[in-house]
């Protein structure tokens, strides 16, 4: 297929149904949430990162995985499957600008610096990160955690005696901790950027929590006023339910905070003409309204992740004719060294949840 055939979208589902059905047993089709409607009917599970990390370890007999969202976490799958198996992803270039937000570099600066304070830290890496800062966290007695299980990451760490130090996202762990009855006052702001000499150990004391000055640009989008908004045009009764992506000051005022997965079984359990204003990514949203219409649900704000749609049906219909054709293409990989210990951090991630 060359970039320029024009093909129609109903077309290419005709040769993806048809590449599926050749491939068969032999391929496993794995989609985030945020992924295009097309691509979430072509896969054999769509779920958030927990649902599809706990899945990928669980795919055994396919001889293929083929991964669709951003590139960490087809790195992921690779790392949770057999050696045997294949891992492909239609878009390697499509990265999480959130997870490119710590580098390995970086929080190695950081560790040291905040060792030689003496206090007992534990490293917790949310899954949209490199896999060399999941090796880290797995070298150094830390975990790797996910939107629907950070409470249970961060409460084990604290129940240690230990500080967690929680990278990337900045506004996942400020929520978290703040769940947890943690104060901003109680908790350090890491700044990447910020020269590592000017720091002063003085300002860490007596600090529950570190986080790392990261965010996912889609959901930081949301404001309050986007809340104002909502309510003004679809009344006060509106429930506003948000990802803990979001700042703070969003999290705060909505009805309800959780995962994608979270988001999708409260909105499905509500009673039929229930009112719900989502903040998380578009396509998500649009899907759970498409299936739902017996509810008014509205976006807080239409706004989606560009890196996601990087994925597109056209480019993974061609993995999966690349495959039927046994043609080569590129594979997901991960240094080996990074796969062990990537891999113990999230045997602790799936242990505690
Ligand atoms: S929605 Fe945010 S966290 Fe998720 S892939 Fe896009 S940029 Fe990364």
């Known amino acids: 297929m060359t970039k320029d055939e024009q093909i129609s979208q109903d077309k290419i589902n005709e040769r993806i149904a048809a590449a599926r059905e050749t491939l068969g047993k032999d391929l496993v089709i794995l989609a985030h949430y945020y992924q295009n409607i097309n691509i979430v009917r072509a896969a054999d599970f769509v779920g958030d990162s927990l649902q599809l990390a706990q899945n990928a370890s669980r795919q055994a007999d396919a001889k293929y995985i083929v991964f669709c969202a951003v590139s960490f976490m087809a790195e992921m799958a ?46 917790v890496v949310y899954v949209n990160s490199r896999a060399d800062l999941k090796a880290f966290c797995g070298k150094h007695d830390g975990f790797v955690c996910t939107s629907a299980n950070a409470a249970k990451a961060m409460n084990f760490v604290l129940s240690q005696g230990a500080i967690p130090l929680f990278f990337p996202d900045e506004n996942l762990g400020r929520n978290t901790a703040h769940t947890m009855g943690i104060t901003d006052d109680e908790m350090f702001l890491w700044e990447p950027y910020t020269d590592i000499a000017e720091k002063d ?10 986080l790392w000055r ?29 990802h803990p992506e979001c700042i703070s000051e969003v999290v705060q005022r909505s009805d309800y905070v959780g995962s994608t997965s979270f988001i999708k079984s409260t909105v499905e359990a509500a009673a039929p003409g229930s009112k719900w204003a989502i903040g998380t990514e578009i396509n998500f949203v649009n899907r759970l309204k498409d299936d739902h219409p017996d509810k008014l649900i509205v976006p807080l704000k239409e706004w989606g992740c560009r890196e ?26 991960v240094h080996p060294d990074d796969a062990k210990y990537a891999k113990i951090a999230l045997e602790r991630m799936l242990a505690i949840t």
């Open 308 to 333: 996601m749609a990087k994925v597109t049906s056209l480019k993974f219909l061609q993995v999966l004719e690349n495959l039927v054709q046994d043609k080569p293409q590129p594979e997901v990989t």
């Open 201 to 210: 150990a003085s300002f860490i004391a007596g600090k529950k929590v570190i």
């Open 78 to 123: 690779r790392i949770l499957c057999q050696p045997h198996q294949r891992v492909f992803h239609p878009e390697l270039a499509a990265k999480c600008p959130l997870a490119e937000m710590a580098v390995i570099n970086d929080v190695e600066k950081a560790w040291t610096f905040l060792k030689g304070t003496g206090m007992r830290i534990i490293p």
């Open 214 to 242: 990261g965010f996912c640009y889609v959901h930081v989008a949301f404001k309050p006023s986007d809340m104002a908004d909502v309510k003004k045009t679809h009344g006060s009764d509106i429930a506003i339910i948000v």
